[in-house]
């Protein structure tokens, strides 16, 4: 079956854009999870939803990021006023529940701030 | 809290020959851990994980992982391994029962 999908694949933006990289997860996947892959910081947790509910929001970087989850499926995680400094590969995860103890990942957004 | 590390960034081997990537962890509970393994170009895979039970756990792709409280270590062997095995191998841990921590990685190089 399909696996979680991830677009843009590669995303290049100036200094100071707003971008917008989506996840689909597997269908029927009640649960989703965004993660940063940066040379410096690792992989680093950034945000999980149940549903359409992002309970813990504690690992966004800063106010600059968000994410939203609607019907379940789709999420958008949204950088505001892009810094160089958000250069990374953005992983998005799923699983069909919250303690299913397995996080089926995509193949990332590879976003480049010049 | 709970931290993972990797006590190898980069770990040549040749083909064929056994291959061991370390992992430690610091957590004050028995920890949920996991070895995900990411080809160039891809997203992460997971190999292998540790919930509770056996302390050797078997995993995909000939790979095994042994959970050894006492060290607080979570290895991962094969004991051949192939060209095909080059990869990015990460050690993960389980945060707060959604997130994962994730070790540095350990970047596996197999020449024939």
């Known amino acids: 079956g399909a696996g979680v999908s991830q677009s843009p694949s590669n995303k290049v933006t100036e200094k100071g854009k707003d971008v917008e990289l989506r996840c689909d997860p597997i269908s029927g996947h009640t649960a989703l999870y965004w993660y940063r892959q940066s040379l410096g910081q690792g992989l680093e947790f950034l945000i999980y939803?149940?549903?359409?509910?992002?309970?813990?929001k504690s690992g966004l970087p800063s106010d600059r990021f968000s994410a939203e989850r609607t019907g379940g499926s789709v999420s958008t995680l949204t950088i505001q006023r892009t810094q160089q400094e958000d250069s990374a590969v953005y992983l998005c995860?799923?699983?069909?529940?919250?303690?299913?103890?397995?996080?089926?990942f995509g193949p990332g957004t590879r976003l480049t701030v010049l | 809290a709970q931290s993972v590390t990797q006590l190898d960034s980069q770990v040549p081997v040749f083909e064929e020959a056994p291959v061991e990537l370390r992992c430690n962890y610091s957590?004050?509970?028995?920890?949920?851990l996991f070895w995900y393994v990411q080809y160039p170009n891809q997203g992460l895979q997971l190999l292998l994980k540790y919930l509770s039970g056996s302390t050797l756990v078997k995993g995909i792709n000939g790979f095994e992982a042994e959970f050894n409280k006492s060290q607080t270590s979570f290895h991962l062997r094969k004991p051949s391994v192939h060209i095909s095995d080059t990869a990015e191998y990460f050690c993960a841990v389980d945060l707060s029962g959604y997130a994962l921590n994730f070790g540095k990685g350990t970047s596996l190089l197999v020449t024939p």
């Open positions: 939803f149940q549903g359409n509910s992002a309970p813990d």
């Open positions: 957590s004050s509970v028995p920890p949920y």
């Open positions: 995860a799923s699983s069909p529940r919250l303690d299913y103890n397995e996080q089926f």
